[in-house]
């Protein structure tokens, strides 16, 4: 009997620290670009805040402490190539070659609304990585929300939009 409280106890174990892991699967990725795969350091990467971000970015780059002030963020376009919806809820990375890059993104403000994206226009260089953030202010008229964008590389400086 004492064995089999054991094995129960072990399974409730697994079990409890397998759930949360089961809803943490990476983000997929997509390849921006024509042609080949290129390495990672000829291409740079851009993405967009999720539920999982404090996982993803918390103690790997200092400037990412900014996740916990961001709204949830989605990139519905790069370049003037819609990402297919899917993509869009999974908070895609994309790879992209260094240069300039158009972005449309949007933020979630208590349910997703993708009706007005904003676009941001920013320049990438290869092996960087940079992340799509937002908040909100309160504007000059009464119950009117304003959405702040911005990208930032990984050193914390803002390249696209404004804090």
């Keep these: 009997m004492k064995r089999f409280a054991h094995l129960v106890g072990l399974i409730s174990l697994l079990f ?9 699967s990476s983000s997929p990725t997509l390849r921006m670009y024509e042609g080949s795969q290129l390495p ?15 996982f993803d970015y918390a103690g790997k780059k200092s400037a990412y402490w900014h996740y916990t002030s961001s709204l949830n963020t989605w ?3 790069c370049d003037g190539q819609k990402l297919k ?5 999974k908070h895609a990375n994309l790879e992209v070659l260094p240069g300039e890059h158009r972005l449309k993104v949007a933020a979630d403000l208590g349910g997703k609304a993708f009706d007005d994206p904003e676009l941001l226009v920013f320049r990438t260089e290869a092996g ?8 909100k202010d309160e504007g000059s008229e009464a119950n009117q929300i304003i959405v702040r964008f911005w990208v930032m590389d990984s050193s914390g400086k803002v390249v696209a939009g404004a804090k």
């Excluded at 919806?85 to 809820?89: A, I, R």
Aim: charge should be negative; glycine fraction near 2%; include cysteine.
């Design 85 to 89: 919806m899917d993509d869009v809820d």
């Design 40 to 54: 990672a350091d000829s291409i740079a990467n851009v993405s967009s805040i999720s539920p999982k971000s404090q």
């Design 16 to 24: 409890v620290v397998a759930l949360p892991l089961s809803g943490c």
């Design 128 to 135: 960087e990585s940079y992340l799509l953030m937002a908040r």
């Design 75 to 77: 990139i519905l376009e």
